[in-house]
Each structure stands twice: as structure tokens, then as C-alpha cells.
């Protein structure tokens, strides 16, 4: 049995991909007001918003419990409109030895592709695979419906 998985999620939203980007890119604080439910808050602890190198800390809910996950962002590709973060602590590392989450976004006009990968190691064979935490890609609707334009 392998530690070792990949997990890859798509989403198609109608809302602008090029926002999206810059929101996971720039302003990732600000979801916690788009996605409450899910995120509770999102704070810089080391850096700039927006730069390689820099440590955010995420609190989230997941499987109904508060969690924390402070994360380093690790890669931004303008061109392929994707941010990759690697996780360095919180509860996510209780569970897993590495675990990286990309959050690419494909854009064709009006309809846009927003896919999450997950790449992790598990600590031990008797870790589950990450499905529950692949749950969070809802935030991807949460943001689309607060940047669609709203019907008079």
C-alpha cells in the first residue's frame, strides 16, 4: 500500500476566472467572508499577500471541529493562473507527512474550469486518503456565487 496520492477535483464556474485567481493569489483573506461556513479567517504571518515564500494560516471547519493549517505559498504561475500552497503545520500535518494544494484556474470566456490538486504523504497505512478535506473545493461555489452579478 502506498503513503504517497494525488486527489484532483474540477469545477466549472460561470463567474470570472481571472477574479478567482487573483482572490486565491491576492486576497485570500477575504474569503472567509465569501465561504464563513467553511472558512472563519485567514491571516498573513510572514511576507506580502501575493508572493512566493509567504506564510498564511488558514482556520477552517472541517468534519464539524475547528482545524488551523499554516501554509507557505510555494509557486504562483501567472500564465497558468495557478497558486500552489504547501502545508508546514496545523492539523493537516497530523495526519499526513507532505501535503500540497494547487488551485489552478482555466478560463474560456464566460465558462471557467477551476481545478484543485492535492499531492500528500500519509504518516502511516492507516491515515485515509485526504476525501474529506477535498469537501473545501466547495469554497470554489461559495466565492463564484458572491461574484456573480446579482439578479434585480
Known sequence: ?????????QIT????GDVFHEIFRYRPHHISEMSPDKIKGVDLHDGEWGTVGSVIEWNFFHDGKQKVAKEVIEAI?????????????????EAYKTFLITVH????????VVTWTFHYEKLNENIPEPDSLMEFVHVTKDIETHHLPQAN
Open 1 to 9: 500500500m502506498t503513503l504517497s496520492g494525488t486527489l484532483v477535483k
Open 13 to 16: 464556474i460561470m463567474s470570472d
Open 77 to 93: 504561475d501567472e500564465e497558468k493562473k495557478s497558486v500552489c500552497f504547501k502545508v508546514i503545520g496545523g492539523d493537516i500535518l
Open 105 to 112: 484556474v482555466d478560463t474560456h470566456g464566460e465558462e471557467n
